[in-house]
């Protein structure tokens, strides 16, 4: 079985590699988020902590690295269900399969760690130098061996879980679906009652661009504090998430439906836009709101510079890691897409045309989450800028770490689709 896994995980390297790369990077801010949590200076203690805000800022990010790794635990395994049928077929047991899996993500995670501690370690003099230099702390971090055993154990139990899903994906899958990528049985989330109330479509949209562009004028004449301007954006934020649902995808529905485009071209970039946009919703509205708290947060810190730093750290944590989650959500679902291309190519569209196709959907699918995000962030920023609670170098740079790491991901979603596709 051991051997099995070795052998599976060298002939689907690819992937491997992007799931091993996860681990590496989760561990590495792991380790180094913990070195300065743990510090004296901020003290933070699970059982009796010693300040509730770090506490909070560290359980959070715990929280968005195991979602992450089970993204990216999602697209490992899925694309291993063929592999998964044919030992069931040939009289494997699921614990069996969980054994194998378990093998797999394991050794990856053995290797992992240890070259994301290295990176980490290797990085503390770079943040103790930001700390010294731009953010005027007369303390530095040091390494902390409660960190290495804290990551270990988080990143354990991780495994521990995805193990037990990958069983649950095999046992509720018929080995037929396995076999032909059949679309999986999803989980159901269902949504509260109020938002399902029968209300015309008409109020509803007219309600959703109220919710979602209204707090943005709210956070400059009435943010006055940060508090208020964490309101105003939750507001925004269920009000983007019913105008997801209520106007961008109806409208993306009626263009495809009723045709309304000269160009097939665009017309098919729509229908794939709009599935995207279904699928990951839920991960870019993570994405905002993480940061939008992470913003107030660092507001918040402004005069004790190691939780500032905390802060700071979060929020290049977060980004790239729920970067990474997008990434790897789309993955998962452009995988299952070489059917539609080659039904698109049996009714003429050529190579030429699946690949202005394939660039579109990518382009048009961040460039929505950048328009989208940047509409709330950018305005925060400058509202903070012109009250002066942020300067305006440090709002540039937490603007590129929020736009890098997705249009890193954008490139390795582009090259991937390529791959499946063409």
Request: net charge positive.
């Amino acid at each position: 079985m051991f051997l099995d896994s070795l052998r599976s995980i060298k002939d689907d390297l690819s992937r491997s590699i992007f799931y091993w790369l996860t681990f590496v990077m989760t561990s590495m801010f792991i380790f180094l988020f913990f070195n300065l949590s743990y510090s004296d200076m901020v003290g933070v203690h699970f059982i009796n902590s010693q300040n509730n805000m770090s506490t909070f800022i560290t359980v959070m990010v715990i929280t968005i690295c195991m979602i992450v790794i089970f993204f990216a635990n999602d697209f490992f395994v899925k694309k291993k269900a063929k592999d998964l049928a044919v030992r069931l077929v040939c009289g494997s047991t699921y614990l069996q399969i969980a054994k194998y899996l378990l093998y797999q993500t394991g050794i990856l995670l053995f290797i992992a760690i240890p070259v994301g501690i290295a990176c980490a370690i290797g990085l503390i003099p770079f943040v103790n130098m930001f700390l010294v230099h731009y953010l005027h702390s007369q303390e530095v971090i040091t390494i902390q061996a409660s960190a290495i055993y804290s990551t270990i154990l988080i990143l354990s139990i991780v495994i521990i879980w995805c193990t037990i899903l990958n069983l649950g994906y095999s046992f509720r899958n018929s080995i037929k679906t396995l076999l032909t990528d059949d679309k999986m049985i999803p989980s159901s989330l269902s949504l509260p009652s109020f938002y399902n109330l029968h209300i015309d479509i008409k109020i509803k949209k007219a309600l959703s661009w109220i919710l979602f562009l209204g707090p943005i004028i709210g956070i400059y004449y009435y943010g006055s504090d940060v508090k208020s301007i964490l309101a105003f954006s939750v507001i925004g934020m269920i009000g983007f998430y019913m105008f997801l649902d209520k106007v961008f995808i109806s409208y993306l529905n009626e263009m495809t439906h009723q045709k309304k485009t000269n160009q097939p071209i665009t017309l098919i970039t729509f229908g794939l836009l709009r599935n995207n946009i279904k699928v990951l919703k839920k991960n870019i509205i993570l994405l905002i709101v993480s940061d939008i708290l992470l913003i107030a947060l660092m507001v918040s810190c402004l005069k004790n510079p190691i939780e500032m730093m905390l802060a700071l750290i979060s929020f290049v944590v977060m980004n790239i890691l729920l970067s990474l989650s997008i990434m790897f959500k789309l993955s998962t679902e452009v995988s299952t897409r070489k059917k539609i291309y080659d039904s698109i190519e049996r009714i003429g569209y050529m190579k030429d045309s699946q690949k202005k196709i394939l660039k579109n959907e990518i382009l048009s699918f961040y460039g929505f989450i950048f328009i989208c995000s940047l509409l709330y962030i950018a305005n925060i920023f400058i509202s903070l800028i012109l009250r002066g609670f942020l300067e305006s170098y440090l709002c540039l740079i937490l603007v590129f770490i929020f736009m890098f790491p997705l249009f890193l991901c954008a490139i390795m979603n582009s090259i991937y689709y390529r791959k499946v596709i063409l």
